[in-house]
């Protein structure tokens, strides 16, 4: 059993900064891919960064360059640093885990365990 927890999700203005924060617990010796997805209200969820325990990182266009993906030394615990967020950015953040690896760390179909969200608003 896996549990994925995200944190870090608050209201902050255009052109600011946030990190959030995933931890997995349980079973996490096989974790060695996690990544972010967001979904915004009537949109479906899309992949935003992907990082596997080799340190190997994917990000999608709307993060680059602007959002950076990390790990702990744990491998178990990731960030995502945003940074010049804009009102588009609004919507919830999801952590997941993926047991093994995989080419496509940014296809929400691939992973195992998700979080339930942390909602990041940005104000104009």
């Known amino acids: 059993q896996v549990e994925v927890v995200e944190s870090g999700g608050v209201s902050v203005q255009s052109g600011g900064s946030l990190k959030l924060s995933c931890s997995a617990s349980?079973?996490?010796?096989?974790?060695?891919?996690m990544g972010w997805f967001r979904q915004a209200p009537g949109k479906e969820r899309e992949g935003v960064a992907g990082?596997?325990?080799?340190?190997?990182?994917s990000y999608a266009d709307i993060g680059k360059g602007r959002f950076t993906i990390s790990q702990a030394g744990a491998k178990s615990t990731i960030y995502l640093q945003m940074n010049s967020l804009k009102p588009e950015d609004t919507a919830m953040y999801y952590c997941?885990?993926?047991?093994?690896?995989?080419?496509?760390?940014?296809?929400?179909?691939?992973?195992?365990?998700w979080g339930r969200g942390t909602q990041v608003t940005v104000s104009s």
């Open positions: 997941a885990a993926l047991e093994g690896y995989t080419s496509d760390q940014l296809g929400s179909y691939n992973y195992n365990y």
């Open positions: 349980g079973d996490t010796y096989t974790m060695n891919t």
């Open positions: 990082i596997d325990s080799a340190g190997s990182t």
